[in-house]
C-alpha cells in the first residue's frame, strides 16, 4: 500500500511557476511508477505526466511538453512537478498517482494504469 500527499499548489499568475510536491509513505516506493493528472471542474480527470520507478522514462501530455518537468527522489520518497509559462487553461485539481510497475510508463496515460491516488491539490493560474 502507497499513501500519497500532494502539496504545493496555489494561485498563481499567467506566465508563472509553480511546484508540486508528492509524497508517499508506505513500502518499496521505489518500486512504483508515478503520474500526475489533472481535473477542472465538469471534466475528466486527464494525463499530465508520468515518470518510472527509476526516472529513466518520462511521458508527456501534449498541452504540457516543454513547460512541465516530473522528477523524483526515491530517498525522500516524493515525485515533484515543475510548472513553468503557467497558462490559465492548467487551472485544475492536480493528482498524484502510483503504479506497481517498473517498466516504461509510455503507456501510463490512463487513470485506469493506477491504483493509488492522492487527494489533490489545487492549481490556480489567473490571467
Known amino acids: 500500500q502507497v499513501q500519497l500527499v500532494e502539496s504545493g499548489g496555489g494561485l498563481v499568475q499567467a506566465g508563472g511557476s509553480l511546484r508540486l510536491s508528492c509524497a508517499a509513505s508506505?513500502?518499496?516506493?521505489?518500486?512504483?511508477?508515478m503520474g500526475w493528472f489533472r481535473q477542472a471542474p465538469g471534466k475528466e480527470r486527464d494525463f499530465v505526466v508520468a515518470i518510472s520507478w527509476n526516472g529513466g522514462s518520462t511521458s508527456y501530455g501534449d498541452s504540457v511538453k516543454g513547460r512541465f518537468t516530473i522528477s523524483r527522489d526515491n530517498a525522500k520518497k516524493t515525485v515533484y512537478l515543475q510548472m513553468n509559462s503557467l497558462k490559465p487553461e492548467d487551472t485544475a485539481v492536480y493528482f498524484c498517482a502510483a503504479a506497481e510497475t517498473t517498466g516504461s510508463v509510455v503507456r501510463m496515460i490512463t487513470v485506469r494504469s493506477y491504483e493509488y491516488w492522492g487527494q489533490g491539490t489545487q492549481v490556480t493560474v489567473s490571467s
Open positions: 508506505g513500502r518499496a516506493f521505489g518500486r512504483y511508477a
